[in-house]
């Protein structure tokens, strides 16, 4: 728009006439020039008659004709000028869009449709209408409609028809943007869904408030019962997830839900690894005065033996992922 004003400017001679009542005649008549080739460029496109074109083609009109410059006229001319462009370009566009999708609304096959489809009307190299309809939704009537119809013999850029469910929609730019924020939000929340769910199921390392067990055998006695066996362990880790614990650790092995704690002779084997012992280090995360509070019985239960529970809280409790 503005390349075309400063060649239109230079044809009528106004950058090389002098003298400020010849350079502002210049500048009203490339004005009037402008007008009618715009009011030509709506009725072509047959939006002279939208409000929004109306408004524009005055604000056009009265803002040129009132400047009392010529500087103020061009700049009245390119500003105004370019805004009025716009419009007639965004009206048209609505009207094509419009007539699309009146006449996509009229096949039958549209109405009964019960998926999602998209159909793109665009104008091919050699100036013909083409319609793309993947899902093959439209009837040959209703694209020969398409292709046929003189309002969008003027089609400077694709249009897209989203079919959803018989509902039929033009996907604008700002539509698919949103769209595609909206993706974006529900993948990074999927993402950490995904990764808390992780942490829970223990194939992700996880952090927060909870409990540091150690467990000691006996350091008078001796025997098998007087020193930790798997049934304690196994013990210790129920009581911790009936009190809500969200992941325990033992020895640094994560526990998951078909983790196995056994012995094999003096040898402790958690994840079919073995661990230490004396004293076997038990983490887990949760609520630690829960936890604390829920080990109490067990603590007592293990004290007959002289087996030693002892048992602090931590405002941060560090676990490690499993590992195959």
Known sequence: MVLNTVFLARNLGLYELGGEAAELKKAKGMAVILLEYYELLANQLGVSKAPLVRNALAEFRFETESAPTAQETMSAILYYGRFLHETIVKESRRRQEKEVLRIISLDPGVRDFRDRAEIVIKRSRDGKITVFDAEGVLTSKTISAIKENPILQGLSSEIRIEIDNGKVSVLTMDLLETRLRKLRTEALSLKARLEALESLAGFAPLEGEGVIIKVYDARKEEGESYIIHDSDLRDIVNELFAAGAVGIQIGGERLIVNSSIRCVGPVILVNH????????????????????????????????FDIKLEVKKKKRVRLVAYRD
Do not use: C, H, T, Y
């Not at 690894?273 to 239960?301: C, F, H, M, T």
């Open 273 to 304: 690894r073995p661990i230490a012992v004396d004293p076997v280090v038990i983490k887990a995360v949760g609520n630690s005065d829960v936890l604390a509070s829920a080990l109490k019985l067990i603590e007592q239960s293990l004290k007959l």
